[in-house]
């Protein structure tokens, strides 16, 4: 047998597996915290994945081998997928080199991108990978976006704050490809503007190493010591849920859809990579103006809940604008899913009312104290009795009382269900048998236009029975059974049907499926750098601790860029006094209904933020509707 393979250019639009910033490529993006999660993020339908490689990643607690970012990397590119590394913390001098070091290594690897917080690394020699702007580098001005755009970024994460009116701003002044949170995780503070945790604990959240001291309980009170609200998550907010509004992103701009959680189980991974995948293809099935970013359908074997994977409740943040209950103050851990009220203690458990909904031994329940703990426990056995729900534990619950409202935290089907393989994830091929001069030719074109064929040297003798002939010869080229493919059209093209064993049939299908792949791989190019613009500006002269410049490279980078004035970062432990340790969107004076703005005749009053021991002094900036948290270094 002989193969050739071709690989179709359309100059209108680029090839798909090119990965060049075009406008109808939706990505979806989903986080990997090693080898296994990216492989399954694939498998479950990412068009893309990020990963933290062997250092300088915002989340230290993920790191990961260049052996296994390489393997991720053949796994992924198979379907035309991405995989980007997060090499996003801010570097200190002596780190320089070997982060200079490291970005080749990853690049010889096979990533497709580097996610970049600190712009030093742009004066250095890097390879030619394209660079992605983090979320750090506080991205929510059309102005400073065009900036990263010129300095040779082609991709940016916008701040997760934004409306959609703020968006479509910035892409209508900007031809970058625009990345936006969609689900996960929110940072209470502008991303790349939280120097809290560094304050408090020396642990520096953009070096990856934050603390969440927005999760911890606090309480609000006045200069004088007068409590106003007590022992309270007043920073901790909902998780991020744009199920409802993935096409009006879209209409705004954005191309690239991520998901947050590289520190996330692998249940949370599958279930919600799954579920934004589902949503992603109906819109894309619905409009031809769009296409997926990689190859491939993925069927599962569990329907995507994200209600049922770790999260803190739901909101869709500023997106529409401010609105209450965005944050989730009475526990910044996972509740899970209200199922209904005690309606009886007995010695052995409790009976609930509430939805009807199965429930399973090994469940997770949990409720709150009236101290407000949350407190979870495991379920043991499920009895139906006279219509009735009995839960029974395996031992006594203290605190458990009639009225007691219980959630569901694990579901134990569920998980078994995410444990196993879930998913199954194909490329969809047309093939052709058809006479040639020596005998047959196979010729396979999948989903994206790429093709392959190959030809069988054969005597073309005549089938006895053409319709067995026939129906034989699909079924045999139909067997894709453990490849990457699923015949989307199989076509017969003979003048009369020829008689053609099954076994030199499938021979002919594993010969041509063997071409496809060397096909599909072949034409796997890998995104370019994009060129820098000379002359470029920075849009401000003066950059105080809150630009993030660590080390000199990142000076040099913003004097040749027209900055005048360069305050070290706040790592440097240079800024004495009290200064802005958070800047947020979310305003507690709004959520605790203490607003002048928006309720009449109410005077502004002071407010201090006491967490443990220290108190942390709140300043308002009402022109621009955003609340700073005051504090000082902790020596």
């Not at 470029?536 to 000076?555: K, T």
């Amino acid at each position: 047998m002989t193969g050739i393979f071709c690989l179709p250019i359309d100059s209108e639009t680029m090839h798909p597996q090119t990965h060049h910033h075009t406008l109808n490529r939706l990505e979806l993006l989903a986080p990997a915290k090693n080898l296994a999660y990216g492989i399954e993020a694939i498998n479950h339908g990412a068009d893309a994945v990020y990963m933290g490689g062997p250092a300088f990643g915002a989340r230290s607690a993920a790191g990961n081998s260049l052996d296994d970012i390489e393997a991720l990397v053949r796994h992924a590119h198979r379907f035309g997928a991405q995989v980007f590394v997060a090499f996003n913390t801010l570097l200190h001098d002596h780190e320089l080199e070997q982060a200079r070091r490291l970005t080749h290594q990853i690049y010889q690897a096979g990533a497709d991108a580097l996610i970049v917080q600190d712009m030093g690394l742009l004066a250095l020699d890097l390879p030619p990978i394209a660079l992605h702007a983090s979320t750090q580098t506080d991205n929510r001005t059309p102005q400073k976006v065009k900036f990263l755009q010129d300095v040779g970024f082609s991709q940016v994460v916008l701040a997760r704050e934004l409306s959609l009116a703020q968006i479509r701003e910035i892409s209508a002044a900007t031809n970058v490809q625009l990345e936006f949170f969609i689900h996960g995780a929110l940072c209470v503070s502008y991303s790349g503007q939280c120097n809290i945790s560094h304050a408090r604990t020396g642990r520096s959240a953009n070096r990856g190493e934050c603390a969440q001291l927005c999760r911890l309980p606090c309480s609000l009170q006045k200069p004088d010591g007068e409590v106003l609200v007590a022992d309270s998550h007043l920073l901790s907010l909902k998780d991020m849920d744009q199920t409802d509004n993935l096409e009006a992103l879209i209409a705004a701009g954005i191309r690239s859809f991520k998901i947050e959680g590289r520190l996330k189980g692998l249940d949370y991974v599958k279930n919600v990579t799954a579920w934004y995948r589902k949503k992603l293809d109906a819109i894309l099935d619905s409009r031809s103006d769009l296409v997926a970013a990689s190859a491939g359908r993925c069927s599962y074997s569990f329907e995507p809940d994200p209600k049922k994977s770790f999260n803190r409740g739901a909101t869709d943040y500023f997106l529409h604008g401010r609105q209450q209950g965005i944050d989730s103050t009475k526990s910044p851990k996972y509740v899970g899913e209200p199922l209904g009220r005690v309606t009886r203690v007995t010695k052995d458990g409790i009976e609930i009312d509430g939805k009807q909904v199965t429930l399973n031994n090994g469940d997770g329940l949990g409720f709150f104290k009236p101290n407000k703990e949350l407190v979870g426990m495991r379920l043991n056995k499920v009895e139906e009795r006279a219509g009735r729900k009995q839960l029974l534990f395996s031992e006594s619950i203290p605190g458990l009382k009639v009225g007691t409202e219980i959630y569901r935290n694990h579901d134990q089907a569920f998980s078994k269900m995410l444990e196993k393989a879930s998913a199954d994830r194909r490329i969809r091929v047309d093939m052709q048998l058809a006479e040639c001069e020596v005998g047959v030719q196979l010729a396979l074109t999948d989903e994206q236009g790429i093709c392959a064929a190959v030809t069988l040297s054969c005597d073309k003798q005549l089938a006895d029975n053409p319709e067995r002939a026939l129906q034989q010869a699909r079924d045999q080229l139909g067997k894709l059974g453990n490849t990457l493919f699923v015949a989307r059209k199989i076509e017969l093209a003979f003048t009369y049907p020829l008689f053609i064993a099954a076994s030199m049939l499938n021979g002919l299908r594993r010969d041509g499926i063997a071409a496809l792949e060397e096909a599909r791989l072949a034409s796997y190019q890998r995104p370019e750098r994009r060129i820098a613009l000379r002359d470029v500006s920075y849009p401000q002269h003066r950059l105080s601790y809150l630009g993030n410049v660590l080390n000199s490279a990142a000076e040099q980078f913003f004097r040749e860029h027209g900055v005048e004035r360069i305050a070290p970062a706040y790592e440097a432990n240079r800024e004495e006094g009290e200064v802005v340790l958070m800047i947020t969107k979310h305003c507690i004076r709004y959520s605790q209904n203490l607003c002048p703005k928006e309720v009449p005749g109410l005077k502004a009053e002071p407010l201090e933020l006491k967490m443990g021991k220290d108190s942390l002094r709140l300043r308002f900036d009402c022109h621009r509707c955003e609340m700073q948290v005051m504090g000082s270094l902790k020596r």
